[in-house]
């Protein structure tokens, strides 16, 4: 048996490993598994394939570590939402979610049974919370670092000029 020390490094492990796509890391599988499914050369199938699922774990670690180490992201927590902001949020989940999962549903082809479909959804669910939460927190450092440009701008160009000697 694994004990939950030895999964929680193995969790770490993988996530130090970083997706080469980063974020896009969900769509670029997404995107793996249906040039797959619609490939014919079996050599690019199983590339894709393994590429996908490769991308998947490592995302999905990523995903995990954030949930095991509080600590480990966000280093600067976002702001609290608004009940509107949480409510488009939420809609936004599930649209990008929903676009998930039926381009991975694709991909998987159509060999797979439909009850497998809800799991596909819930995970992909999950994967567009986590990246609509990254995208927000990324635009909230955003914000931050462009009010203190324009109070940097603001400072140089009300400065008095200097006397020349």
Not at 37 to 42: A, E, H, N, Q
Not at 72 to 78: D, I, Y
Request: glycine share 6%.
């Amino acid at each position: 048996m694994i004990s939950s020390d030895n999964l929680r490094q193995v969790i770490r492990w993988l996530a130090s490993l970083h997706a080469p796509t980063g974020r896009w890391s969900a769509l670029v599988a997404t995107g793996l598994f249906l040039a797959a499914r619609l490939s014919r050369s079996i050599f690019v199938y199983y590339l894709a394939y393994f590429s996908g699922c490769l991308l998947l774990i490592l995302f999905a670690a990523d995903l995990a570590k954030s949930f095991i180490d509080p600590a480990s992201f966000p280093s600067h927590p976002a702001p609290p939402m608004s009940r509107p902001m949480l409510v488009f949020r939420v809609l936004l989940t599930g649209v990008v979610g929903g676009a998930y999962s039926v381009c991975v549903w694709v991909g998987l082809g159509p060999w797979l049974p439909l009850i497998v479909y809800p799991a596909i959804l819930v995970i992909c669910l999950l994967i567009a919370w986590r990246n609509l939460e990254l995208w927000y927190e990324q635009g909230a450092e955003f914000e931050q670092e462009l009010a203190e440009e324009t109070l940097r701008h603001r400072a140089k160009t009300t400065a008095p000029p200097q006397p020349l000697r």
